[in-house]
């Protein structure tokens, strides 16, 4: 199956590293003119850099936002005012004591991970349905339906985008717009590694590692291992091509069976 994104613009929010990073080089491998995005202007040179040394010939250019700002979002705007592939990546977590947390960090918890994917929809979204052509995507997790109990605060905020990507599906409707939502697993990141570490035996080499944690730890998972970036990275270039012109509004999982569900 050729996935062709060539002559597309794709914006991906928080994409210097992790997740996001993998997703800007699907992209652009893609063949897609493919936006990083991130809050420092340093993280964001050296993301596109690395983008350019993977994907050779890749078209990549970086802007620096903080998008969980209004502020921010406008800056983007100005910067960036039409895109084809909008892919809201960027989020944060951390594990806290549900009971701890208080107002002022549930507000940011919805600022970074539902508000900013909300405002960017906004802003692009009306043009991409003028063009009768567009791709909007929101980067969930497993989170979002078996909520953690040391983070309530990021389930409840990645459950939120499910409904926000089937709400604004609706709005799209028969515009040629897709909107869906990526439920991703446990994933292999440098922050994961260093966790796992932390509760199986650093001697055993990564691979062993891994399973390890997963057989213990995460033992509702049928992949048995942690997914890779790029595994995320390859359902969202499918959902951002012409071949997926017939999935909106769907809630569609990168999770390794994580998820206990037939549905979802």
């Known amino acids: 199956m050729q996935l062709d994104l060539n002559g597309k613009t794709a914006l991906v929010t928080g994409s210097t590293q992790g997740i996001g990073e993998a997703i800007a080089m699907a992209l652009a491998g893609a063949g897609a ?14 993301a596109v850099t690395r983008v350019r040394e993977e994907v050779p010939g890749a078209n990549v250019i970086g802007v620096p936002a903080d998008v969980s700002t209004a502020s921010g979002a406008a800056e983007l705007a100005s910067a960036l005012p039409e895109v084809d592939v909008l892919v809201n990546n960027v989020g944060i977590f951390e594990a806290r004591p ?59 905020s990645k459950t939120a985008l499910l409904g926000v990507s089937r ?64 595994e995320i990275g390859n359902l969202v270039v499918y959902l951002a091509s012409p071949k997926a012109s017939a999935t909106t509004g769907a809630a569609v999982r990168v999770d390794g069976g994580y998820v206990d569900s037939i549905l979802l």
């Not at 869906?180 to 080499?205: K, M, W």
């Open 33 to 46: 003119r493919t936006v990083v995005n991130g809050r420092k202007a340093e993280a964001v040179h050296d």
């Open 98 to 156: 549900a009971l701890e947390i208080d107002d002022d960090e549930w507000r940011r918890y919805f600022e970074v991970n539902v508000l900013a994917a909300v405002r960017l929809t906004r802003t692009y979204l009306p043009g991409m349905r003028e063009r009768g052509w567009g791709r909007v995507q929101y980067i969930s997790s497993d989170s979002a339906v078996v909520i953690p109990a040391e983070m309530i605060h990021y389930g409840v």
């Open 167 to 230: 709400g604004f599906a609706k709005e799209a409707a028969g515009s040629g717009v897709t909107v869906n939502c990526v439920i991703a697993g446990p994933t292999h990141t440098g922050s994961v590694e260093d966790f796992v570490y932390q509760l199986v035996d650093r001697s055993l080499p990564w691979e062993e590692a891994q399973r390890e944690f997963m057989r213990v730890h995460r033992p509702q998972s049928l992949l048995g291992r942690l997914i890779e970036p790029e």
